[in-house]
């Protein structure tokens, strides 16, 4: 099964040195994004542990988490540096899928900097399940249709990757992109990245596919 080979492709929390920020400033505002999310769920030990040793704590829906993190953060008015950092820290270190969940959603519907994009991008080495998989879909569609050169070259390269998550990545978020926008990329880059898919033996990479 896919999520057994997942945990080979799933790189351990490493964090990107910031200078600008103590860990434990870093550490705090952990803590504060989980404790939110473990109050609303009503526990702090997951109800599942996935291959990959990620926990899902399963008693908080997606629309209340949406709204925890629309709630704000003691972090999220600071400057988009500061808090890319921290959003990062917390995807990279958290065990918690609902935790992680806040960096994708905090993220989604909005005009990244290139700076943004860039460490984002970078997300899919610590993706281990489909659910975060097109939640990153939903960010990566949105630089396709505002700077497509900030991200398709990339989804090009995941085409090719060794990593089943990335390969599905590479159609799913230009499946997610067609489906809502006004503009299109071009039929011979959409058609290329899923035919090289079609005998990819990865349950995963062919539901992505449709």
């Not at 704590?57 to 709630?71: C, G, I």
């Not at 905090?106 to 997300?123: D, G, M, N, S």
Request: aromatic content about 10%.
């Amino acid at each position: 099964m896919c999520l057994n080979r997942a945990r080979a492709y799933w790189r351990p929390n490493t964090v990107p040195r910031n200078p600008q920020l103590p860990s434990s400033t870093l550490y705090k505002c952990l803590v504060e994004v989980t404790e939110r999310i473990t109050s609303l769920a009503g526990r702090t030990e997951p109800l599942r542990v996935d291959d990959s040793g990620m926990g899902r704590l399963r008693t908080v829906n997606a629309p209340t988490q949406r709204k925890a993190v629309a709630a704000g953060y003691s972090f999220t008015s600071g400057p988009r540096s500061t808090c890319l950092a921290i959003w990062d820290y917390i995807w990279r270190q958290s065990d918690l899928m609902e935790v992680r969940n806040q960096a994708l959603y905090f993220y989604q519907h909005k005009t990244l900097t290139r700076p943004e994009v860039t460490r984002i991008r970078a997300w899919m080495d610590r993706c281990s399940c489909w659910e975060h998989c097109d939640d990153l879909a939903k960010i990566y569609a949105d630089v396709v249709e505002q700077r497509p050169d900030w991200v398709v070259p990339t989804l090009k390269r995941w085409n090719r990757s060794r990593n089943p998550w990335k390969r599905r990545q590479s159609v799913v978020a230009l499946v997610e992109y067609a489906s809502k926008r006004r503009r299109f990329l071009s039929f011979g880059t959409m058609i290329a990245q899923v035919e090289s898919l079609l005998d990819d033996e990865d349950y995963y990479v062919q539901k992505g596919l449709g």
